[in-house]
């Protein structure tokens, strides 16, 4: 055999076992899903929550397999964490009906129990305008919108270049500015939701009760705390602790073991 067949022969063999690996490992993902959710319908919350939270550490990411692991934390008890896996949700679906509805009956029971303990807490994150309108878009949709007006405006300008008809020029003229306009917003919406979600982290309190905002890592001095599912900004990390921002402008140091990223 010639070193040109040899190397082919190779070739073919190596892909060959790399697709069988791959197989092999999408069947155990496929397996694990359905392990967790066969868990979940018999009533095994705990088994179901450690199958997804599996899934996860093997770098499967998925708003279906968010809500899973949001509802059996839910059955739980663990609220927090059932906040925090609801606002993953949202942040690939906007607007997930059933993640909305769960996330508010949590988040007034939780507020509702603080109460009876004699807290205050509004659990309720603070919005601005801009950060509802983020929270419309996800983030592949916010990047279509975009592609979609930037192409449609060149495609506009093209047309307009070729044709001769005054009252034609002056329609796609407004339609330029239109387009303009919608692309410099569609844009502006890509870049905030690409910001939100690999520069602006936030985290949620999963930790049950309250966990105390200390005034650095490892400090005795307490700032204020913080109830069970509290969303909050991450600011630094630092030797197993958070600085952490809340709804109310205060910064401080947590624990991040307290902590769920969303």
Known sequence: MTPKRLMCAVLAVAGLAAAGAARAEAGNLAGLFDEGNAAFWAGDYAKAAKSY???EELGVTSAELAYDRATAEARLGNLGRAIQYYERVLRREPGHEDAVQNLAVIREYLARRASEAGRT?????ATTAWRALLDRFSPRSAAFAFLLFHLALWIVLVARRFV???GFRLTLGVAVGVLAILTVATAAIAYGKWHQETRAREAV???????DVLEGPGSAVKRYALDEGSRVSILERREGYLKIRDDNGRDGWAPSADLGEI
């Open 53 to 55: 939270a599996r899934l």
């Open 121 to 125: 807490a509004d659990l309720a994150p």
């Open 164 to 166: 001769r008809a005054d």
């Open 205 to 211: 309190v999963v930790r049950s009760g309250t966990v």
